[in-house]
């Protein structure tokens, strides 16, 4: 069974500065990843998928990075609606099933 | 627009069953797998379930197998899942969500619903 661990578990960050996340999985998992992001109280949002490509919709200050078991979300300059919770996940073994990560929160400074 | 509806959701005792469905509208389920996951309460993503075109593969997570089956209606526009020998590490916001599909591989899931709470609790 792949695992995904996710770091910081919390990140604080000023509205304008730049925010990095980070998510390794326990093998490669090819660039099989997805990221999401969960406001308080609504379901998730797929954000990036292919490890680097922006789903529909997704402005352009979240990128993603990364192959093999190192993967990286950054948003360029943090804004206040961007307060939420980031997950991982990998795609690339399955069955049994898609694996998500433990979440990293993300604060207003 | 692509919406997802789940419902059926409630407290139900220990071992106890419950039926969760989840509707469809704004595209041609038939076209697409489906999946459930599920969020127990502030906590994070669990894949639960996930079942092909026409309802005749499916899989399960380990923690889930022999205990809830997965299951479609592509005429009636909905999937289920059937919960079953349910337990407290079962309580959970369930989510139904449709993936992304790019040249027929899975990249991850782009639509969700708003989810349906079960509640296992004696």
């Known amino acids: 069974e792949i695992l995904m661990t996710q770091s910081p578990a919390t990140l604080s960050v000023s509205p304008g500065e730049r925010a990095t996340l980070s998510c390794r999985a326990s093998?490669?998992?090819?660039?099989?990843v997805a990221w999401y992001q969960q406001k308080p109280g609504q379901p998730p949002r797929l954000l990036i998928y292919g490890a680097s490509t922006r789903a529909t919709g997704i402005p352009a200050r979240f990128s993603g990075s990364g192959s093999g078991t190192e993967f990286t979300l950054t948003i360029s300059s943090l804004q206040s609606e961007d307060l939420a919770v980031y997950y991982c996940?990998?795609?690339?073994?399955?069955?049994?099933?898609?694996?998500f990560g433990p979440g990293t929160k993300v604060d207003i400074k | 627009q692509v919406q997802l509806v789940e419902s059926g959701g409630g407290l139900v005792k220990p071992g106890g069953s419950l039926r969760l469905s989840c509707a469809a509208s704004g595209f041609i389920l038939s076209d697409h797998y489906m999946g459930w996951i599920r969020q127990a309460p502030g906590k994070g993503l669990d894949w639960v379930a996930y079942i092909n075109h026409g309802g005749s593969t499916t899989y399960y997570a380990d923690s889930v197998k022999g205990r809830f089956t997965v299951s479609r209606d592509n005429r009636k526009k909905s999937l289920y899942l059937q919960l079953n020998r349910l337990t407290a590490e079962d309580t959970a916001v369930y989510y139904c969500a449709r993936p992304l599909a790019i040249s027929g591989y899975y990249c991850g899931f782009d639509s969700w619903g708003r989810g349906t709470l079960v509640t296992v609790s004696s």
């Open positions: 996940q990998q795609y690339n073994v399955w069955p049994p099933g898609f694996t």
């Open positions: 093998q490669s998992v090819s660039s099989n």
